[in-house]
């Protein structure tokens, strides 16, 4: 299950990608930015600016949980059984599906299409999610076949999967993004509805393989963000001596609207992304982390360009241009 195919992004693995986002993902992070990767199935999602008050995806509803709101008809989540009357009769595409089936060779042809920009710049296709590695022989299979015929392959992950299953797919991935939200379990659990260990353990794991590693912290002010985080995060990674980047990355409300449209409540409103200065500081910290470890660095991505801090510059940054 599949809800989204993304052309032409910089900043999902090296060159140019193909972002294929997986649907369904095992945790439940507060500042999620795509809340409609969370559940596995397809879902209705509302877009009222769209709509122009027809009011046949009211007559069409047959469990009539479709009312007329302040912004327009809204469904009731409680009642609706997601069977998407609504969404074939809607005119506007004020209310639609998400969420798609694709078989392997369908997923290929569309990423295919695009590989005339990896021939002239560099890049392949990255799958994301949601969680892809809760989807493993799907994973495997499409992993598989984009090797095969030449497709540069990195995947986005929580770590969070069965290893068992998902290690099938491991040996067609040239690289991972796998996140460490926070490194005490029982607050990782309270910020993302799941302990820690098991990611922990799959990352420890993966590590094994001749797969390049970057472990991504996403920092939330108040949740993710303190200096003793980043610190426990960064003292996780000098025991694995494979991994070599570290990359903490800016907090965003670019996935706010996305709740609205799935008739849910985002808690996290008035959370302000952290400031360059905050920024600094932290890979700062996670830097003297790694001074002896010779080959370990942590960044920050800042208008396309690798932002580096050591006590070293703290007043002069390293930038390295995102590739």
């Known amino acids: ?12 693995g090296h060159g140019l990608r193909t972002l294929v ?21 397809p879902e209705v999602m509302e877009s009222p600016s769209k709509c122009i008050g027809c009011g046949v995806c009211m007559k069409v509803c047959p469990l009539s949980c479709i009312s007329i ?13 997601n069977c998407f009357e609504c969404t074939e009769h809607c005119y506007a595409h004020s209310k639609y ?24 710049k560099g890049g392949g296709v990255t799958f994301s999610g949601g969680e892809p590695l809760t989807q493993p022989k799907y994973l495997k299979e499409i992993a598989k076949t984009c090797q095969e015929r030449g497709i540069n392959v990195a995947v986005e992950s929580c770590g969070c999967g ?12 040239n690289s991972m993004f796998l996140d460490i939200k926070h490194i005490d379990s029982e607050k990782h659990k309270e910020l993302t509805g799941s302990g820690n260990e098991l990611i922990l353990d799959n990352i420890r794991r993966i590590a094994e393989y001749d797969i390049h590693i970057t472990v991504r912290t ?41 709740y609205n449209a799935l008739g849910r409540e985002y808690t996290l409103e008035d959370v302000e ?43 002069d940054n390293i930038k390295e241009v995102v590739k």
């Open 69 to 81: 709101h302040e912004d327009g008809p809204r469904i009731d989540r409680e009642k609706c059984n």
């Open 273 to 315: 992304p952290p400031s360059d200065e905050e920024m600094r500081e932290l890979v700062k910290c996670a830097n003297d982390v790694f001074k002896d470890c010779g080959d370990k660095v942590c960044f920050y991505t800042k208008d396309n360009n690798r932002e580096i801090v050591t006590n070293d510059n703290i007043n």
């Open 21 to 41: 986002f997986f649907k369904g993902c095992p945790l439940r992070c507060k500042w999620c930015a795509n809340p409609e990767s969370q559940e596995y199935y």
């Open 162 to 173: 069965n290893y068992s299953e998902f290690k099938e797919a491991l040996p067609y991935i």
């Open 1 to 12: 299950m599949l809800f989204n195919i993304q052309k032409c992004s910089i900043h999902d």
């Open 218 to 258: 996403p920092v939330i002010p108040g949740l993710t963000s303190s200096r003793e985080n980043i610190i426990g995060i960064a003292k996780f990674l000098t025991t694995i001596p494979e991994i070599k980047e570290y990359e903490l990355l800016v907090y965003h409300q670019f996935g706010v609207n996305k």
């Open 97 to 120: 599906k998400i969420g798609k089936e694709y078989t392997i060779e369908e997923l290929y042809k569309e990423i295919e299409k695009d590989r005339v920009f990896y021939s002239i």
